[in-house]
């Protein structure tokens, strides 16, 4: 069916606005890796062109001389940690408080949804005490735990959608052949919400990727620095050596992983988002 010149201009009116959105996004991003391939002398002669010569030679100085891949694998750790961890508290809790009907079931459900609308910064004080007296302070470990129990309430709040959708026939149907609990919920119920735990995944590792603050906060010593303190230590060493290229360097380490991973499972993000919100 063929659009009157009325609908063609209100389409592109609305599409205006979208792409000069895009462009304001994008281009940074752009510039961004355009500087990580210059050198000191290209980036203040001419900041906005493209370098002469691509030059790999920042990325080896990011690398080498400010340990940038200890901090890489220093985030992919607590990132690969904090990510699994809420998955395992989150996917039983998500459960029980769906399907197990107790006297406080709702109220229970309730209080994980009102933590979602308390601001972390609330419990940093308190979170850097405790850590401290359990000995976890400054330990990767005790970062990818404080990551998990952070994200707890929003995955359990994606979760319990999925799972409510799911039939309560399969999982009779599971009992009378004799599964236990746990086999239906790791056989039956957890690979039927495999769209939910994607999305929830993907959700959680991008936060716990690009995370600052509570690193700032809990680690201590530059050997376990996440890529996000060691990227705001070349920052302010860019001040005094004028390593721009170094830290533009840097900056496309920590953003390439991201868009990868969001350009991978892009739909299966927006599906189960769609999904998530639909089934809600």
Known sequence: MKLSIGERVARFGIRIPLLI???????????????????????????WGFPE?????????????????TSVLNSLIVTALGAILCLVLAIPTAYAIERVRFKGSNFLFTLYISAMMIPMVLAWIP???????????????????VYALSQLPFTIFVLTSFISTIPKS???????????????????????????????TIMNTIQFWNEYFMALIFLQTETNYTLAL??????????Y????????????????????????????ITKGMTEGAIKG
């Not at 401290?132 to 990767?140: G, I, K, T, V």
């Not at 060691?230 to 001040?239: G, K, L, R």
């Open 241 to 268: 050596t004028n390593a721009w290229g170094t830290l533009f360097a840097s900056l496309a380490i920590a953003i390439i992983p991201v868009i990868i991973l969001y350009a991978i499972f892009q739909r299966r």
């Open 230 to 239: 060691a990227i705001d230590y070349i920052s302010n060493e860019a001040q």
């Open 127 to 145: 979170l850097f005490f405790l850590l401290a007296q359990l000995n976890m302070l400054d330990s990767l470990i005790g970062l990818a735990i």
């Open 170 to 200: 399969l999982e009779e149907s599971a009992a009378i052949d004799g599964m236990s609990p746990y086999g239906i919920l790791w056989k039956i119920v957890t690979p039927l919400t495999t769209s939910g735990i994607i999305t929830v």
């Open 53 to 69: 010569t691509f030059n790999y030679q920042n990325f080896i100085t990011a690398w080498t001389e400010y340990n940038i891949g």
């Open 21 to 47: 959105w895009t462009l304001a996004v994008l281009y940074p991003i752009f510039w961004m890796f355009l500087g990580s391939f210059k050198t000191n002398a290209e980036i203040y002669a001419n900041p």
